[in-house]
């Protein structure tokens, strides 16, 4: 068993959480203002009220600061930071295809509303940061990992139509809840965000079920 911390321990630990939490707020709101590129962890360092070193040895390079700022939009100012754990927890307790499709449908319109920014800075990112680029990938194979976990939720509870492996049902989780169709429907389409929510879960429920 595990010596229990010292006041000292936990004091240290607290303040790299704070600190974490305001290079990462720091960043967010300079890349969505300046953009990636015109973001520079001086700047970030600066509007922190940090050192420099404080950036690497928090979170680490510039791609790594910008996975952070996304995770810190994804998970909202109350939630908890294990977002696809939370979901699974949902998932699991819905008792029928329909709430799960409900869940599904609310809980990315909210998550959307949240990220859409973060993600644009992420487009243009990839495109002059290799780095940015490969933790993207990594990201979206975990994110195409857990549309597979609630494609089996769907098939364990008759969700699924006949045919539809729950490899092809995450596929088509993906693309229908993908950012950029978010980002069309809303930000250049112009719809509302229940819109947004009554499409998702209509065509969720029309393609897998």
Do not use: C
């Not at 294990?82 to 699974?88: A, G, N």
């Not at 295809?97 to 909210?110: G, H, N, S, V």
Request: proline letters at 4%; glycine letters at 6%.
């Amino acid at each position: 068993m595990p010596a229990p911390s010292t006041p000292a321990q936990i004091r240290r630990s607290v303040q790299a959480t704070a600190t974490r939490a305001a290079i990462t707020l720091a960043a967010h709101r300079l890349m969505l203002e300046r953009g990636y590129v015109a973001t520079s962890i001086g700047a970030i360092a600066d509007e922190a009220g940090v050192a420099v070193q404080t950036i690497y040895n928090s979170i680490g390079n510039k791609a790594e600061v910008l996975s952070a700022v996304l995770d810190l939009a994804a998970a909202g100012p109350d939630a908890p930071a294990l977002l696809p754990d939370v979901m699974r927890r949902r998932v699991a307790a819905a008792v029928s295809a329909p709430e799960i499709i409900r869940i599904l449908a609310d809980w990315f319109t909210e998550l959307h509303a949240r990220t859409s920014g973060v993600f644009r800075v992420i487009g243009q990112a990839t495109a002059v940061d290799p780095e940015v680029a490969k933790l993207e990938l990594r990201r979206a194979a975990g994110r195409l990992h857990h549309y597979g976990e609630a494609a089996s939720a769907l098939r364990a509870r008759r969700g699924l139509r006949a045919g539809l492996s729950d490899h092809e049902a995450a596929a088509a989780i993906w693309a229908l809840v993908h950012p950029q169709v978010y980002e069309s429907f809303v930000t250049d389409l112009g719809w509302s965000a229940s819109a947004y929510r009554e499409w998702l879960g209509k065509t969720l429920k029309a393609t897998l079920s």
